[in-house]
């Protein structure tokens, strides 16, 4: 799932799990973010890892791309 920026991200990830939340942006639409990478600040309290399985390593597993490229 990718939530909206203004989600509560805490509790979409306890409810779902980090291995079922994707960051994605739509940006210049009104539900994305101008700077999408500021995204990273609303993941505060998360362990690294969890941070880099919503930033990218979701996406990648599933859209079968190589996270190594």
Known sequence: MHPFWETAIHELVDLLGPDRVVFGSDYPHPEG???????????????????????SENANALLGLDASL
């Open 33 to 55: 973010i101008a700077e999408p990478l500021s995204y990273i600040g609303e993941l505060e309290g998360f362990s690294e890892e969890v941070i880099r399985k919503i930033m």
